[in-house]
Every structure is written in structure tokens, then in C-alpha cells.
């Protein structure tokens, strides 16, 4: 089957079976090889239509005509940098581990609700168990990112 | 009817395309999420015949708008079976018992949860999730579709068959003025010796008007008293203790109970329906 799909922005095609897991085709661009095969390590975290998906459980045929982003596709945005500098201050290291699993949780939460899900956060925090970062670190991470985007709109507005 | 090129996936974007197709393949697989059907897939032992059809078909139901709505009313809401779990969690966070919320949040991580189905969860062949038990407790009922005739049942009946097309989960909106959901071990993926138990009451004028309690245990088998649920309406809050033995001997004496659970287990179960007991009023 020849599936078509969009990843980082560049068109690609490739040839693969329709309920094969879509993490070994785009592996080369920056997903991280989940040794799990089960969604539970989140090391293979992708963003599909905005929303982080584990890759290794993603059937080929869900992403045809798809947009995938894996995390390399996020670094030159703004946001994805206000979240690497919250999780730097707060002392998240930058291990690979559930790295692109949190990006990217903290991507949907921010880039879709803003700083009004404050209440959710723990909930999403808990959801991982990491040697890297802990629910606190997560939720302290995500507050201070939301605030450094803030700051930067408001820098930008006032330009 | 669309049908991704060169390739025997058909994603119809209607109910009575897939209906056809059904109608023509009865065991064609029925994929929404695809999140139990994927896990795995990339190791050999993965029997290929459960996952795909003849000639490796299989039909996908997550590009069906009708399927995709939640439609709420006074007393119940109709969720269709393809709801993404985040879209429903976010969308009923205002009208969907609280019991429901919590359980939802333990169909796998967020990640997984974008993309796993209501309707899928229930279906999943060798697992049952801490939603299923919660959704029975709500006295949650499926419409099915099988060729061109619909027919409902409880969830409690709900056995999924080759043919069978699940639309919609009618969830009563009752409300619950006490609830609980404990999960012990690992509940997403399945691990051994994992436990929810699950409870939901409605006291009223210093007694119990409505009391539901059920068990799941280790992912596959579900323990309910019913006869103990009947016998303790109408008995006033707080619980005596001899009150509360109504569900607990009933419970300690079950099969189940002393074969599937170990010393740890019984402890907690025990532990967590006398602790909702006590809340009671």
C-alpha cells in the first residue's frame, strides 16, 4: 500500500503494509525507536493533527493524507522553545526517554487551551512515570512555559 | 465508499457504506482507533488472522461523521461508538457523571487517548478496561447494527460478534450523590493481579434510594452483587456496620473473590467498598 503523508512539513510517500505501526517509516526523521510496541513508553510520541499520538501503535493507514509532526519538526517554533526553557529552569533533563511525550503534552495543552487547564494538568502530569521528571517538575514546567509565552506576546505587542 | 489505493482498507465516510461493506464481508476486523489492534504488531507472535480479513482487508470506522456525535438530552447522552476518549473526556466534562470522567482517564495515557475509541474500548477482545465497568454500572446500553436491522442491549450483555456494527452507547445521566473508583496495579496495558472497583449511590432523605458496585478484576472478569445491591436500598445513612455487611459478606463470599484475587487483593477490595460504605450519607 502506498501511503502519503506529510512529515515536518516535507511530502512523503512510502510503501508499506495498511495496519503496520507508522514509527519505522519516520524514524529517519526524528521519531524515537519506542522499544515497546504497546504506547506506553511514549519514547515515539508524534503530533497528528495537533494532538501527540504514540507512533509504534499508529496503524500506516490513520496518517494518509495526514500531517505528522515528530519533535525535530517542532524546534524552530517559539513555543516549542518557551517549553525547553521551562523545563531547563525547572531541571527536566533532556533525556529520551518520555522528552518528546512531554513536549508534546505540553504542546497540546498550551497551544490549544492556553494557561486555562490549569486544572488538568495534574491529571496529565500523572500520566507518565519518568526518572526525568517527576508530576510536580511536569506541572511546574508547564505553568512557567505558559507564562514565558505570555511574556513574549506581550513583548510582541508592545513592538 | 472510499478506499485508500491499492489497498484493502475501505474507510467510509457514512453508516450505511459500512453496512454494505459488512453485508458483503460478515468477519471483516472493524478498526476505529486501532490502538489494541497495533500493539504489538511489530512482533512476530501477533496471530495476523484476529487482525486483518481475507486478503488482509479490514474496514475503519473513524472517518464516519454519525458515529463521531454526542448527542445529550435531559436524561441520557448518545455517544457514538467512534468518539475519540480525549474528545468525550473534554466535551462531557460538564454532563457526564464524575465516575465516567475518572474511568476515561484510565483508557492509557493521554497520547493513547487521542486516539483510542469509546466504542473500541469496549469491544477490546481480551481486556476489559475500568470505562466498561463504570459504563455497566450506569446501566448503559449499545445500539447495534446488523445489516439493516438495529437492535440494542445492555452493556452487560454486550458480546461483540463478527457482522455486528457498534453505533452508539445510550449512558443515563442519572444522578449519583456518592461514587468511588479505585484502581490497583497496572489497569492500561493489562497487568496481573490489577483491580478497579467501582461504586456509585444516590442517598436521598437519609437513606439509600439507588447503590451499584462492581469489580473488575485483573482486566478480564467483572463481579457484581446484584442481590446485595437490592437489599440495601432503602437502609439509612450513615451505615450501621451490620448494614454494611450486606454487600461485604456477600462479597467476601463470592467465588471470584477467593479465586482470582490473592491476600492483597481481597485486602484491598474489602478495604475500598468498607471505605464508600462509611461515606455513605
Not at chain 2, 71 to 76: A, D, K
Amino acid at each position: 500500500m502506498t501511503i502519503e503523508c506529510t512529515v515536518n512539513g516535507t511530502r512523503r510517500t512510502f510503501e508499506c503494509e495498511p495496519t503496520e505501526p507508522i514509527w519505522r517509516h519516520i524514524s529517519a526523521e526524528g521519531a524515537q525507536d519506542g522499544p515497546c510496541d504497546g504506547g506506553r513508553c511514549m519514547r515515539c510520541t508524534v503530533l497528528l493533527a495537533g494532538r501527540p499520538v504514540p507512533a509504534c501503535i499508529l496503524p500506516a493507514y490513520r496518517v494518509q493524507g495526514m500531517e505528522v509532526t515528530t519533535i525535530e519538526g517542532l524546534g524552530s517554533h517559539e513555543l516549542f522553545q518557551d517549553i525547553m526553557r521551562a523545563f531547563d529552569k525547572v531541571g527536566i533533563s533532556r533525556c529520551e526517554d518520555v522528552l518528546p511525550a512531554l513536549v508534546m503534552l505540553a504542546w497540546q495543552l498550551l497551544s490549544e487551551r492556553g494557561v486555562t487547564a490549569q486544572e488538568e494538568i495534574p491529571q496529565w502530569s500523572r500520566a507518565f512515570q519518568s526518572r526525568c521528571a517527576g508530576p510536580d517538575e511536569f506541572e511546574r514546567a508547564l505553568r512557567l512555559a505558559s507564562k514565558l509565552r505570555g511574556r513574549r506576546r506581550n513583548e510582541r505587542n508592545r513592538r | 465508499m472510499s478506499e485508500i489505493a491499492d489497498s484493502p482498507v475501505f474507510v467510509p465516510t457514512t453508516l450505511a457504506e459500512a453496512i454494505q461493506i459488512v453485508k458483503r464481508n460478515p468477519r471483516i476486523p472493524l478498526w476505529a482507533g486501532g490502538t489494541w489492534w497495533a500493539q504489538g504488531r511489530s512482533t512476530p507472535e501477533q496471530d495476523d488472522d484476529q487482525l486483518e480479513g481475507p486478503h488482509g482487508a479490514i474496514l475503519t470506522l473513524h472517518a464516519i461523521r454519525e458515529l463521531k456525535r454526542v448527542v445529550r438530552s435531559e436524561i441520557h447522552v448518545d455517544v457514538g461508538a467512534a468518539v475519540v476518549v480525549a474528545r468525550l473526556r473534554e466535551a462531557g466534562s460538564r454532563f457526564l457523571p464524575p465516575v465516567l470522567l475518572r474511568a476515561l482517564e484510565r483508557t492509557g495515557p493521554p497520547p493513547v487517548r487521542n486516539l483510542a475509541t469509546l466504542g473500541g474500548a469496549v469491544c477490546i477482545p481480551d481486556q476489559i478496561l475500568p470505562v466498561t465497568l463504570v459504563l455497566q454500572l450506569l446501566d448503559t446500553r449499545l445500539d447495534l447494527r446488523r445489516g439493516g436491522r438495529g437492535h440494542t442491549l445492555a452493556l452487560a450483555n454486550f458480546r461483540p460478534n463478527p457482522g455486528d456494527i457498534l453505533t452508539r452507547l445510550r449512558i443515563p445521566l442519572t444522578e449519583w450523590s456518592n461514587w468511588s473508583l479505585n484502581s490497583f496495579g497496572t489497569i492500561w496495558p493489562r497487568g496481573d493481579n490489577s483491580l478497579t472497583v467501582a461504586a456509585v449511590a444516590h442517598v436521598e432523605k437519609g437513606s439509600v434510594q439507588e447503590f451499584r458496585l462492581g469489580l473488575l478484576i485483573n482486566g478480564e472478569t467483572i463481579l457484581r452483587l446484584r442481590e446485595a445491591e437490592m437489599d440495601i436500598l432503602g437502609r439509612p445513612v450513615p451505615l450501621t456496620e451490620r448494614d454494611q455487611r450486606i454487600i461485604l459478606t456477600p462479597l467476601q463470599q463470592h467465588p471470584l473473590y477467593g479465586s482470582h484475587l490473592d491476600d492483597l487483593g481481597r485486602w484491598r477490595a474489602t478495604g475500598a467498598v468498607r471505605q464508600f460504605l462509611r461515606r455513605l450519607g
